[in-house]
């Protein structure tokens, strides 16, 4: 399993733009990255997932450089609602029946008015 | 997507019970994983459940602590048994959505308090 090491917290203003690196060294090639937000007393909820160069949807960014060793997830123009603890994980579907994600400890974003 | 209900939602246990957590989908999935999460940490993946077969455990989980149904594609309980306090957490149940390569789904969680 690809381990990933993320800042632990960060703090940002509104308005912003939020740049949280998480890095995983020992991705295996099937290996995809997700990004999880959770907010305090919720689950955690699915923002993005790449597996190389740049993915974008409604709500965030992902940039992933060609040797996949790091990703950064890009969050424009931070609000309040931001606030959350933001999760980068690495894994893949084995295809064997077994599914394996491991939760880093997270990064703990901030946002000051 | 998959819509995921869990029961109890909070429980304030006493020492030495146990108790049933349980986990519905919305939808059919092979595959359901229930997790923990101690306060103020990360998640800690407890055990895959699989329709049909005994659930694998993660390393430091066992079935006598933590046994598992998986009756059918849509429903799952997870035990905590002979509580004590340091059972005290967040249980999560959760789903993949293989058609979207992987993404979870997570129910709110259950907020065990043991006494």
């Known amino acids: 399993l690809a381990k990933t090491t993320q800042p632990i917290s960060m703090d940002s203003y509104e308005g912003q733009e939020v740049n949280i690196t998480c890095s995983h060294n020992?991705?295996?090639?099937?290996?995809?990255i997700t990004w999880y937000q959770q907010f305090p007393s919720q689950g955690p909820r699915f923002i993005i997932q790449g597996y190389k160069t740049k993915v974008t949807n409604e709500v965030a960014s992902l940039f992933i450089p060609a040797d996949r060793k790091s990703s950064t997830l890009s969050l424009p123009r931070v609000s309040l609602s931001d606030t959350a603890v933001y999760y980068c994980l690495v894994g893949d579907d084995s295809g064997a029946g077994s599914y394996q994600l491991t939760f880093g400890k997270g990064t703990k974003l901030s946002v000051i008015p | 997507s998959a819509v995921i209900s869990q029961k109890p939602s909070r429980d304030i246990c006493q020492r030495g019970t146990s108790l049933t957590i349980q986990c519905q989908v919305d939808?059919?999935?092979?595959?359901m994983f229930w997790y923990r999460q101690q306060p103020g940490q990360s998640l800690t993946l407890i055990a895959t459940?699989?329709?049909?077969?005994?659930?694998?455990?993660e390393s430091g989980f066992v079935i006598d602590k933590f046994p598992i149904s998986r009756p059918n594609l849509t429903f799952s309980t997870l035990t905590v048994s002979n509580m004590s306090p340091e059972d005290s957490s967040i249980y999560l149940c959760?789903?993949?959505?293989?058609?979207?390569?992987?993404?979870?789904?997570f129910g709110e969680g259950s907020r065990l308090t043991v006494l």
């Open positions: 959760s789903v993949v959505n293989r058609e979207n390569t992987g993404e979870l789904f």
């Open positions: 020992n991705i295996a090639t099937n290996d995809y």
């Open positions: 939808s059919q999935v092979t595959m």
């Open positions: 459940a699989n329709q049909g077969s005994e659930a694998t455990y």
